[in-house]
């Protein structure tokens, strides 16, 4: 009996120590979770939210226009930014009278907290193989319009974010 015992432990132990790894692989290679420290995506996004971004998602695509994505950020690549992808290679970037353009036609955002007050930016054109990011909520983000890097890269993408669900605090006591 003491050997049957011994086998079963062993085998639990096993079954636990190959889920840890499996754990381990799928975040480091195929989704992670990043905690949203500012408002600057709100009302897509809220502060504190936390949000599963899929590591392979561009692996045999191109990122698109409108994709919420994880990378880091141009001017200080030790921080990571999430954002909204508004304008990817050869398009021409303007925002006037708070309105944005791409290519010259007027853009509908439903997503966006607030109208924009900033009222004039561009035209600037993005470089192939580039993205052109914004946050939703236009007039508190800190993004393309005003790094000093203006692009992001595809290769620097993480992700793209897949799930967002909110900070549960009371789990967090």
Not at 9 to 38: D, K
Not at 107 to 128: A, K, N, R, S
């Amino acid at each position: 009996m003491g050997k049957r015992i011994i086998k079963e432990i062993i085998s639990w132990i096993l079954v636990f120590g190959i889920a840890i790894i499996l754990a381990l692989l799928i975040e480091r290679f195929v989704i992670f979770q990043v905690q949203v420290p500012t408002g600057s995506m709100e009302n897509t996004i809220m502060t504190g939210d936390k949000v599963v971004t899929f590591r392979l998602s561009y692996l045999f695509s191109d990122p698109k226009r409108g994709d919420i994505v994880v990378f880091p950020f141009p001017d200080n690549e030790k921080d990571d930014y999430i954002k909204r992808i508004i304008g990817i290679g050869g398009d021409i970037i303007e925002i006037k009278d708070g309105i944005l353009y791409i290519n010259n036609e007027q853009v509908t955002e439903d997503y966006l907290l607030e109208p924009m007050i900033e009222q004039d930016f561009g035209p600037i054109e993005v470089p192939d193989g580039c993205y052109f990011m914004m946050g939703d909520n236009r007039n508190t983000s800190k993004d393309s319009r005003v790094w000093d890097n203006k692009f992001v890269k595809k290769e620097k993408i993480k992700g793209k974010a897949i799930l967002k669900y909110p900070n549960f605090k009371w789990l967090n006591k």
